[in-house]
């Protein structure tokens, strides 16, 4: 697959980036969601500098990444053992069933 080159904007500055073509579109929205996230940083007045900007930025979504992983691991284990009841009721009435052909 061929790279692309796309522009996105971050915090009024232009960046040239290499892509897939097919993840161009996902790459402006991370720019996009990145900007916004930056502007309110920035805007709260809390912190200044754009490299201090860019890292208070960083923690904060990497922070939203690990807790959307640690809830989509809960609810993954909590739909596994849904389905071991499920599997386990099965079996049971497949037993029942079984026996009462005997």
Do not use: F
Not at 19 to 31: I, N
Not at 65 to 94: F, H, P, S
């Amino acid at each position: 697959m061929m790279d692309h080159q796309i522009s996105v904007r971050i915090l009024d500055k232009s960046y040239q980036v290499k892509c897939p073509v097919d993840m161009a579109q996902e790459l402006q929205d991370a720019a996009v969601y990145l900007d916004q996230h930056m502007r309110e940083i920035r805007d709260s007045g809390k912190v200044i500098g754009v490299d201090r900007i860019a890292i208070m930025t960083a923690l904060n979504v990497t922070h939203e990444l690990l807790t959307t992983g640690r809830k989509e691991n809960k609810w993954v284990g909590v739909m596994a053992e849904r389905i071991r009841d499920m599997q386990k009721k099965i079996e049971e009435a497949l037993t029942i069933t079984e026996q009462e052909e005997l």
